[in-house]
């Protein structure tokens, strides 16, 4: 079904697809004439190695089963989005791919140079802010734009967002999903009871859902704050702002409890240093020895070509041979180092696929990719990197 194109399935979906006859099958099918230009870019270009044209096939042939059409079809929007998707997806530092397209000429000429600097979102503007909560109500949505941009000459961009999480998620759309059809800052007492109460449990995000809230207070603070400027801004601009003033839902009540509230925050700080303190010798030891340690690799990785073995504090080891290395004419920062381990038994998992890439830290819980800091190679000195293993892509 997704080779004749009757599925398209998420991103979600095609990281976890690990068969390659699928894959090979659907660029047979679909646009040949295309990966057939991608290829010939690839034979002509010494650094690219085997693994290298494997994973670029992989992710464009990903590309056109979640989109459709052709590889001159993708725009630099699929390619965003197929880079996001792999957010915990170990081959995100793959990105040769999007330079084939840009080499293949099936990217405009303005496209930015790397899909690392095409996905920097940068700062969101205010309506972009407002907007990625997604608010029904039109008129209400504009107040809000117009509120924040009134404000944010005197907020920096952290607390700007901050505020618009309040008022726009925590405070309207909360009302929206909550009272159908509200449309007014005019508050019932029983809506602004119900409100409060849903406030005092995290609802949205990723961290704390369904416990307590610790500091409601601060978003009882941002409510009062926007309904008190909307009653001060009406007696100076009553043809801007009049229509929307109204009593303010927050009362003196509401912050009985403010210093206990303080009180509490403090004491669960002091009580994680107390847990903490006694951990922080053996911290500081196993930071020295693991500092000590990938500083012995390095020095015996700086000393070794690409592609070639060597050993370092009882630890046998290669350097990766990538298509980016400096090393081999390639764009990445200078004195990057990539080591990887060799497999040491032929029944370990995916034998035969390759060697065993290890990463940085615990080899199990390995963290995934990180970029390099950017910089001049000169004040940034040389860094070993190791990649997360293969067998825990898509954790």
Same mark, same amino acid.
């Given at each position: 079904m997704i080779v004749l194109l009757a599925l398209r399935p998420s991103y979600r979906i095609l990281y976890r697809l690990r068969s390659a006859m699928v894959l090979r099958r659907f660029r047979a099918m679909h646009d040949p004439g295309g990966f057939a230009t991608i290829a010939g870019i690839c034979d002509g270009t010494a650094r690219f190695t085997t693994t290298d044209r494997s994973f670029a096939f992989n992710q464009l042939t990903r590309i056109l089963m979640h989109n459709g059409g052709r590889l001159a079809d993708v725009t630099v929007d699929d390619c965003i989005e197929a880079y996001r998707a792999q957010v915990g997806y170990a081959s995100r530092q793959h990105s040769h791919w999007y330079l084939l397209l840009r080499q293949a000429g099936l990217l405009t000429a303005d496209s930015p140079p790397t899909i690392w600097a095409a996905s920097r979102r940068g700062q969101l503007r205010v309506e972009e802010l407002v907007d990625g909560y997604d608010v029904e109500c039109r008129p209400v949505r504009d107040l809000l734009v117009e509120y924040l941009r009134e404000r944010q000459p005197a907020m920096d961009y952290t607390s700007l967002r901050?505020?618009?999480?309040?008022?726009?998620?925590?405070?309207?759309?909360?009302?929206?999903?909550?009272?159908?059809?509200?449309?007014?800052?005019?508050?019932?007492?029983?809506?602004?009871?119900?409100?409060?109460?849903?406030?005092?449990?995290?609802?949205?995000?990723?961290?704390?859902?369904?416990?307590?809230?610790?500091?409601?207070?601060?978003?009882?603070?941002?409510?009062? #704050?926007?309904?008190?400027?909307?009653?001060?801004? #009406?007696?100076?601009?009553?043809?801007?702002?009049?229509?929307?003033?109204?009593?303010?839902?927050?009362?003196?009540?509401?912050?009985?409890?403010?210093?206990?509230?303080?009180?509490?925050?403090?004491?669960?700080?002091?009580?994680?240093?107390?847990?903490?303190?006694?951990?922080?010798?053996?911290?500081?030891?196993?930071?020295?020895?693991?500092?000590?340690?990938?500083?012995?690799?390095?020095?015996?990785?700086? #000393?070794?070509?690409?592609?070639?073995?060597?050993?370092?504090?009882?630890?046998?080891?290669?350097?990766?041979?990538?298509?980016?290395?400096? #090393?081999?004419?390639?764009?990445?920062?200078?004195?990057?180092?990539?080591?990887?381990?060799?497999?040491?038994?032929?029944?370990?998992?995916?034998?035969?696929?390759?060697?065993?890439?290890?990463?940085?830290?615990?080899?199990?819980?390995?963290?995934?990719?990180?970029?390099?800091?950017?910089?001049?190679?000169?004040?940034?000195?040389?860094?070993?990197?190791?990649?997360?293993?293969?067998?825990?892509?898509?954790?």
């Open positions: 901050q505020l618009a999480s309040k008022l726009v998620l925590l405070f309207w759309r909360d009302l929206e999903l909550h009272e159908p059809g509200i449309d007014s800052l005019h508050l019932s007492d029983e809506v602004v009871r119900r409100w409060k109460e849903r406030l005092r449990v995290v609802r949205y995000g990723t961290h704390g859902v369904g416990e307590l809230r610790e500091d409601p207070n601060t978003v009882f603070m941002a409510v009062r #704050a926007f309904y008190a400027d909307l009653a001060a801004w #009406a007696l100076e601009e009553p043809e801007r702002w009049a229509v929307w003033a109204a009593p303010s839902p927050i009362t003196g009540r509401d912050f009985l409890g403010q210093n206990k509230q303080r009180k509490r925050a403090t004491a669960r700080m002091h009580q994680r240093i107390r847990e903490l303190a006694p951990l922080l010798p053996a911290l500081v030891t196993a930071a020295d020895n693991q500092r000590r340690h990938t500083g012995a690799v390095l020095a015996a990785a700086l #000393a070794t070509a690409p592609g070639e073995k060597f050993t370092a504090d009882g630890e046998d080891l290669r350097r990766l041979c990538l298509v980016t290395d400096p #090393a081999r004419g390639g764009t990445g920062r200078p004195g990057l180092i990539y080591a990887a381990a060799p497999r040491s038994h032929p029944t370990e998992p995916h034998a035969g696929r390759g060697e065993r890439l290890l990463g940085l830290g615990d080899r199990r819980g390995a963290p995934p990719f990180r970029r390099a800091h950017r910089g001049d190679a000169r004040a940034h000195p040389p860094q070993l990197r190791r990649v997360r293993p293969t067998h825990d892509r898509g954790r």
